[in-house]
């Protein structure tokens, strides 16, 4: 049965970058409950995240949503993956009297996906959701003596999407679909490419998954996903430690597990099920 919910706006933020967000909270809260830090794609914002984390509100799992650095209402600029806006998320939630620190979990589209494995890794929660995790990018990307189109800027450059452009590595009816997408849903995104592009290549996510063998993992992949290949992304899969489970769909694209009903429903219940799993 589905419960009355609260939302109310909040800031927060210890790394130097003010992050907006909203937290989602049941309207009663008779006990600690368990909770979830919501974390969305390149170029999106916490308005992606939001119907996930009602959905998870109304059946009695407190969220937070908010904007990574650089994306909506968030201060910064994206100049790396942002790991420490995802660490701060997790300091803000576990202060909230109502949350029961021992059952949280980090649920990340694509760019978000990446930065809570890393974030995980350092705070260990009961539960990671990885939706369209994108593969290795350390391997996507040239090394730092090879011609690169995105650091023409120059290292201090900060672009604004979709005010200047569609993002460089697309083009053709791709570039207007994107930037037309961005419009249509308000997003924003400030960049610095360059610095962003050079964490890319430095960090790799499966020495940051072999440390979380205590915790539960969720990949949800798409086979229609144009964006996150299934064939490259799956690898990261495979260098899992179990806990772990892989929901594949058929067909969809980048953003399907956000925005099927029946796929979200299923990521939804595997989370309600792990973090209410032994509760009294």
């Not at 949280?104 to 760019?111: C, E, M, P, R, V």
């Not at 791709?174 to 924003?188: D, N, P």
């Not at 892989?246 to 399907?256: D, R, V, W």
């Amino acid at each position: 049965m589905k419960t009355q919910i609260k939302e109310t706006a909040v800031n927060f933020g210890s790394h130097g970058i003010k992050l907006s967000g909203r937290l989602i909270l049941p309207s009663t809260v008779d006990s600690p409950l368990p909770a979830a830090i919501l974390c969305h794609g390149f170029g999106a914002s916490k308005k992606a995240m939001i119907p996930s984390g009602r959905s998870l509100a109304e059946q009695g799992i407190a969220s937070l949503v908010f904007d990574l650095r650089g994306h909506g209402n968030s201060h910064g600029a994206v100049d790396g993956l942002p790991v420490d806006d995802v660490l701060d998320a997790w300091e803000f939630i576990c202060c909230q009297p109502e949350v029961d620190t021992r059952r949280t979990a980090f649920i990340g589209h694509s760019l978000g996906a990446m930065s809570a494995i890393f974030a995980a890794s350092e705070v260990h929660p009961r539960a990671l959701v990885l939706l369209s995790c994108p593969p290795e990018t350390s391997n996507e990307f040239p090394a730092d003596n090879e011609p690169s189109t995105y650091g023409r800027w120059g290292p201090d450059t900060v672009l604004e999407y979709p005010r200047h452009g569609a993002f460089p590595w697309l083009s053709g009816i791709a570039a207007i679909a994107c930037r037309l997408w961005m419009y249509l849903h308000s997003y924003s995104v400030k960049v610095n490419w360059q610095k962003f592009f050079q964490a890319l290549r430095e960090l790799k996510m499966s020495p940051a998954l072999e440390k979380l063998d205590d915790c539960a993992k969720l990949f949800v992949f798409c086979l229609g996903d144009k964006v996150t290949p299934y064939s490259k992304s799956s690898l990261v899969y495979q260098t899992a430690p179990m806990p772990k489970e892989a929901l594949l769909a058929s067909g969809g694209n980048h953003t399907a597990p956000l925005s099927s009903k029946m796929l979200r429903a299923s990521w939804l219940g595997w989370t309600r099920q792990v973090l209410l799993n032994g509760e009294d």
